[in-house]
Each structure stands twice: as structure tokens, then as C-alpha cells.
């Protein structure tokens, strides 16, 4: 009888150590999965604001190598999934682009970049009503980061400067009035996206005197452009005209092959070769 007794009282200590062990291993299992969990977290966020870099410094090529990194850890993440439309709309792939960021609007419509990406498209296409139905939600949107804000505001100064170079008379007053305004907002929210001084810089080529059209100050914009994002083809090719407007053959040469060299299908190269 007592050894039948000490058999049992093993056989409970024995299964005591199993159960404690199988806990210890549990929890083991917890805090490892926990910890990669954060792991993968920190990883992410880190790969995502070198994507940010990447993309606000035009270098598309690492920026392609880092959503493909970002991708294989979440096949969901919507910064990468909007990087990769971004790149695609730089290329003029605008179709394949499209679908990404419709997807993006439809899934999360507060998504701002990808409403940002998606008016350009409009812009592209001359559909100005649907590209300003895009932005304009995003002016009253108090949350809105400045830089966000800067590019919404950029993308309005160029619909109105679309809109004053195709149209008559009054069209050019009523549109052409408004752009300055809309690029000097920008500059203000966004001092250092090349695409914003780009914009401005554009203005001050394309514009006449009398509503603040000015060489020298379109030089001044477009160089700081370049300064931010040496790989940014479209302002090369806008300071390369702007040196053709004065006259000056060796600087237009040089930012013109500059341009074709960054982009050989860029369309401001194209259009003042």
C-alpha cells in the first residue's frame, strides 16, 4: 500500500514538472512571438521612413529595393503598396497606378498621399474637376501633415495654371490670378519638396510680367529644386529652358542633357529639345 502511495505522490510530482514545464515553454513561446512581433514592427517603420527618403529625394531605384524588403515582411502595407503606384505614376504608368491607388482610397479613403498621386493622374489627363475633388477634402482636414498639405496645394497652382493656359480671356483672369497665391502657400508649408519649388520655379518661367512672371527668380527656384533632388529630371529640363528664355546656349546644353540623362522620357525635355 505505500508503495502504491509513493508511486502516485511521484507520479504528481512528476506530472507537476510536465504541466510547470509545458507553462515555462508557453510562455517562452509568448514572450519570443511578442518580441518578434515588435521586432518586425520596428523594422517596418524604420524601412518605411527610408522608403519616405528615398522617394522625396527621387531615388526611385532604392526606393523600389526597399518596398520589395517592406512587401516580403507585409504584403499589405499600404505605404509600400502607395510607393510602388507613386513610382509607377513618376514612369507615366499611369494606368497600372491607378488601380493601386483606387485600391488604397477604397480600403482607407482618408489615405492622403495616395488622394495626392491620384489627382496628379487627373492633372495628367486634363480632367481638372476630378483632380480639385480630390484635393479639396484634404484643405479642410486639420490632421493633414504640412508636407501633404504643401503638395495639395502645389497640385491646385498647377490645375489653375493648366486651366489659365488653355482657355480664353477670362479664363486666364479668373485661373491666372489665383496660381501665385496657390505655389506661395505651398512654399510656405513645404520649404523643402523640390516638387513644390519645381512648382513656383515653373510659375515664375512660365508667367507673364504682369502677374509675376521673373527669369532670374525662376532660376533661383529651380536650382534649390535641384539642391533638394540632384535625381529630380523635370527641374533640369525647366532650368534648361529657362536658360534658353535669356539667351544663354551652354547652360540650356548642359541641364537639357542632364534632364535626358536623369529621364530620357521626360516630357519638359522632350518639349524644349
Same mark, same amino acid.
Given at each position: 500500500m505505500k508503495k502504491v502511495i509513493l508511486a502516485v505522490v511521484i507520479f504528481a510530482a512528476v506530472l507537476s514538472v510536465v504541466v510547470l514545464k509545458c507553462k515555462c515553454i508557453s510562455i517562452s513561446n509568448s514572450v519570443t512571438t511578442s518580441q518578434g512581433s515588435v521586432n518586425n514592427a520596428y523594422i517596418l517603420e524604420s524601412r518605411r521612413q527610408n522608403l519616405f527618403d528615398y522617394l522625396r529625394n527621387r531615388? &526611385?531605384?532604392?526606393? /523600389?529595393?526597399?518596398? *520589395?524588403?517592406?512587401?516580403? /515582411?507585409?504584403?499589405?502595407?499600404?505605404?509600400? %503598396?502607395?510607393? #510602388?503606384?507613386?513610382?509607377?505614376?513618376?514612369? $507615366?504608368?499611369?494606368?497600372?497606378?491607378?488601380?493601386?491607388?483606387?485600391?488604397?482610397?477604397?480600403?482607407?479613403?482618408? $489615405?492622403?498621399?495616395?488622394?495626392?498621386?491620384?489627382? $496628379?493622374?487627373? @492633372?495628367?489627363?486634363?480632367? @481638372?474637376? =476630378?483632380?480639385?475633388?480630390? %484635393?479639396?477634402? /484634404? /484643405?479642410? +482636414?486639420?490632421?493633414?501633415?504640412?508636407?501633404?498639405?504643401?503638395?495639395? @496645394?502645389?497640385? %491646385?497652382?498647377?490645375?489653375?495654371?493648366?486651366?489659365?493656359? =488653355?482657355?480664353?480671356?477670362?479664363?486666364?483672369?479668373? @485661373?491666372?490670378?489665383?496660381?501665385?497665391? $496657390?505655389?506661395?502657400? *505651398? #512654399? =510656405?508649408?513645404?520649404? &523643402?519638396?523640390?516638387?513644390? +519649388?519645381?512648382g513656383l520655379g515653373t510659375f515664375y518661367l512660365l508667367a507673364p510680367a504682369i502677374i509675376g512672371g521673373a527669369s532670374d527668380k525662376a532660376i533661383e527656384e529651380l536650382k534649390y529644386a535641384i539642391k533638394l533632388a540632384p535625381d529630380f529630371a523635370t527641374p533640369h529640363a525647366r532650368l534648361a529652358q529657362a536658360y534658353k528664355e535669356i539667351g544663354d546656349p551652354d547652360n540650356y546644353n548642359f541641364y537639357l542633357n542632364r534632364a535626358l540623362q536623369l529621364d530620357p522620357e521626360n516630357e519638359v525635355a522632350k518639349e524644349i529639345r
Open positions: 531615388k &526611385d531605384k532604392s526606393a /523600389l529595393s526597399e518596398i *520589395a524588403e517592406i512587401l516580403s /515582411l507585409d504584403p499589405d502595407d499600404t505605404v509600400a %503598396l502607395w510607393a #510602388k503606384g507613386e513610382i509607377l505614376r513618376r514612369n $507615366y504608368e499611369f494606368e497600372k497606378a491607378r488601380v493601386i491607388f483606387n485600391k488604397i482610397l477604397a480600403q482607407q479613403p482618408d $489615405y492622403a498621399q495616395a488622394a495626392i498621386s491620384l489627382s $496628379y493622374i487627373k @492633372y495628367h489627363e486634363r480632367n @481638372y474637376d =476630378e483632380a480639385i475633388g480630390l %484635393l479639396t477634402p /484634404l /484643405l479642410k +482636414r486639420k490632421d493633414l501633415e504640412r508636407e501633404n498639405l504643401a503638395l495639395a @496645394y502645389m497640385l %491646385l497652382g498647377s490645375i489653375n495654371a493648366k486651366r489659365a493656359s =488653355e482657355g480664353g480671356l477670362i479664363s486666364k483672369v479668373i @485661373y491666372g490670378t489665383r496660381i501665385k497665391n $496657390y505655389f506661395e502657400k *505651398a #512654399k =510656405e508649408l513645404g520649404p &523643402d519638396l523640390a516638387e513644390v +519649388r519645381l
